[in-house]
């Protein structure tokens, strides 16, 4: 059985939708309406960006529906993906889709999914340039820990590139990688 086969029934309480996407259901409910708003602008400057560029005869929102049908099933099937980052087959499958589908969603659904966020002003910040945008950030924290691994790679001829990248705690030459 699929997650969209009877969603509003299958999801029986937050604990269950919390594990799911990481949100509540009253947070769902209300994100769900500001994501809808965000998905009807981007579609809606797409579309006149391309009637501009080369008019159609159909009208804006013609066309098949597919699976993910109304707002509620697509932020569910992109924030089921982002938290739990099944593979294109694993998610095509739980949510009835084909693989290449499940794959063309989600870039579709993540930029729309992203431009909610930035408009309710929780869009995570990814690139820090310096300590003082580090400040501005982060404001009071004195340390930060970041969790890296290593990743083998071939041991270089100078002695000097091969001490720098040795970690210490093995005998291979590795690569920090974050």
């Known amino acids: ?17 919390k594990a799911l996407t990481g949100l509540s259901i009253e947070e769902f409910q209300f994100l769900v309406k500001r994501f809808k708003e965000s998905y009807e602008k981007i579609k809606s400057e797409k579309y006149e960006k391309r009637q501009r560029e080369n008019p159609r005869a159909r009208a804006f929102g013609g066309g098949r529906k597919g699976r993910l049908d109304t707002f509620e099933k697509k932020l569910f099937f992109v924030l089921v993906y982002h938290k739990t980052y099944p593979t294109f087959d694993v998610l095509g499958y739980n949510f009835e889709l084909a693989r290449s589908k499940a794959c063309e969603n989600i870039h579709n659904l993540t930029p729309i999914l992203g431009r909610t966020f930035e408009e309710l002003g929780v869009k995570p910040k ?17 340390y930060l820990i970041i969790d890296v691994s290593e990743r083998m790679h071939f041991r270089s ?22």
Request: hydrophobic share 25%; charged share 50%.
């Open 1 to 17: 059985m699929s997650y969209l086969s009877n969603f509003n029934e299958r999801i029986r309480d937050d604990r269950q939708m």
């Open 157 to 178: 001829k100078d002695y000097e590139k091969q001490k720098k990248d040795y970690s210490g705690k093995k005998k291979d030459i590795e690569r920090k990688i974050q």
């Open 126 to 142: 990814r690139e820090i340039s310096g300590p003082e945008e580090f400040k501005e950030v982060f404001g009071a924290v004195e």
